[in-house]
């Protein structure tokens, strides 16, 4: 009995020593993964704000491009971005959280699942056949245009903001659909009125990052919006948009444009940086308050 009770303790010791060095194994491993990713961060982020905060001025910010060889800034290109942005904001946001709450609270299992699978699909298209697509809809018809830019950014953000609503719903507490439904509201009144607001903070967060990836998008707006070095107002027309100036810039020969070219991107970055920064606040502040 001796004899096993040694051994038991022996195979037990062993077993642990074998554990403690495999958990320190992947600790080491887990922390150095998260030292190089952080050190590829930092410094594609160092060397975007030396390259670009040299082209970062008033002028910059307040002058339309120009063509090669005279100065020029990038105003039209930051107004066409946010018109472009804004209107794919207005088409993506209703609908998407439209399908969403039909995804959350629809009873036809079948057709959920098919909509689940489309828009997890979509999620993962890359955004140049989304362009695409919309090249052959609406480029094809009505010509280039600021609209067709912001339709491909529109179907860009759509499932994101989807399956975003869909999970911050299913997320609401049971009880509390039913403390509703007991009080006699009908079940619009219930969804409109006391689920989305439970559920805003992770809504506005899918909103909030649909937009980060709406304003650093390049294909799609090449076969839509194309471009335009002159100011314009129209969204029937071609216009102008910080990654597409970004791709034309860049190419250049003249260090003027590629100057301006990295400006842009350090103008994105600060974009969706804060957007990122905005969306943890409020999800912090939101918990909080729960």
């Avoid at 439209?98 to 995804?103: D, V, W």
């Avoid at 919309?134 to 989807?162: D, E, H």
């Avoid at 999970?167 to 079940?187: C, D, Q, R, T, Y």
């Amino acid at each position: 009995m001796a004899q096993d009770v040694k051994k038991l303790q022996g195979r037990t010791n062993h077993l642990i020593t074998w554990r403690f060095i495999k958990n320190r194994l992947m600790t080491v491993f887990a922390f150095s993964t998260i030292l190089v990713m952080l050190c590829i961060l930092i410094s594609v982020l160092i060397t975007l704000f030396i390259n670009g905060l040299s082209g970062l001025s008033f002028f910059t910010l307040t002058h339309m491009t120009a063509p090669q060889g005279l100065p020029g800034g990038l105003l039209n290109p930051i107004l066409g971005s946010m018109i472009q942005v804004g209107i794919a904001i207005i088409i993506a946001v209703p609908t998407g959280i439209s399908g969403g709450i039909f995804l959350a609270e629809c009873s036809n299992k079948k057709l959920s699942t098919i909509i689940r699978f489309i828009a997890d699909i979509m999620m993962s298209v890359p955004s140049i056949l989304i362009g695409l697509f919309v090249y052959i809809l609406l480029v094809m018809t009505m010509g280039y245009s600021a609209l067709a830019g912001s339709v491909a950014l529109a179907l860009l953000a759509l499932p994101v903001i989807a399956r975003t609503t869909e999970e911050a719903l299913n997320m609401v507490p049971s009880a509390i659909h039913e403390a509703g439904f007991a009080l006699g509201a009908p079940k619009w009144k219930v969804i409109l009125f006391i689920c989305l607001p439970a559920a805003k903070g992770g809504i506005i967060t899918g909103i909030l990052l649909s937009i980060s990836r709406m304003a650093g998008e390049t294909a799609p707006l090449l076969f839509t919006s194309l471009g335009n070095s002159d100011w314009s107002w129209n969204i029937m027309k071609p216009m102008a948009s910080l990654p597409l100036t970004i791709y034309q810039y860049a190419d250049s020969a003249d260090d003027t444009w590629i100057k301006l070219a990295w400006t842009a991107a350090l103008l994105i970055t600060f974009f969706v940086l804060c957007l990122n920064l905005i969306a943890r606040i409020y999800v912090d502040r939101h918990r909080k308050k729960d």
